[in-house]
């Protein structure tokens, strides 16, 4: 019977050359497999959609000349702009793509002659209690809680803030669709960076053999 020794490396005790074959054996990895926030995208979309009445087939957020979808408006709205359009936007969506603000609101622990019980969470003397606002609202990431929702939806936001005439509410809805196809093709991007392979092998803190296999 032989016996083999076989030597154990981290990532950066690892040879230039072998680095390299790890990263590009990884990068290739990941292209066979779909990255979990493609899901998150997803369901971020999916709300859009619902919301601006979008029927879809295919969204494809590296190649966006391949989505299939239709606006399901009529054309008097899908022509609006300007100003219009912001009325438009503010009557039929606003409670879709604004929440009232929360705020923080100190009272005594006695209300109306009643003193509330006194616990861990209220203790003698004064306490926070949330008040919903209706008149400061929030836009941050409405729609399902994830950052690609105000990747949809900053288009809209800012053509709020500053409307354009020759700016339809159809181009607008295409516009923040292609807003999430970037976003997401420069998530994709970076999670098959060399940077970002390096990052995350190092945090998982993987073992090698010298040829760069996991140990």
């Known amino acids: 019977m032989k016996t083999k020794t076989i030597n154990i490396c ?9 680095q390299e074959k790890v990263i590009n054996d990884w990068r290739r990895d990941n292209y066979n497999h779909t990255p979990p926030f493609i899901n998150e995208a997803n369901d971020s979309f999916d709300k859009f959609a619902e919301i601006f009445s979008i029927n879809w087939n295919n969204i494809d957020y590296e190649e966006p000349y391949r989505n299939e979808y239709t606006i399901k408006l009529n054309d008097d709205i899908l022509n609006l702009s300007g100003v219009p359009l912001v009325k438009h936007i503010w009557n039929n969506y606003k409670s879709d793509i604004f929440k ?10 006695f209300s109306n002659g009643a003193k509330i019980p006194i616990s861990k969470d ?8 949330q008040r919903y606002s209706r008149v400061f609202l929030s836009n941050d990431c409405i729609l399902t809680g994830v950052c690609y929702d105000n990747n949809l939806l900053n288009p809209i936001y800012e053509y709020l803030n500053k409307p354009n005439d020759r700016v339809t509410f159809e181009t607008l809805l295409n516009d923040c669709i292609y807003s999430l196809c970037h976003a997401v093709t420069s998530e994709i991007e970076y999670e098959n960076s060399d940077e970002a392979i390096k990052e995350t092998i190092r945090i998982n803190d993987y073992d090698f ?6 140990a």
């Open 100 to 109: 009232g603000k929360y705020y923080g609101k100190l009272v005594d622990t």
């Open 209 to 214: 053999t010298e040829d760069g296999e996991i």
């Open 122 to 129: 209220h203790p003698i003397g004064k306490r926070i209690v």
């Open 10 to 18: 981290k990532f950066d005790e690892l040879f230039t050359e072998i």
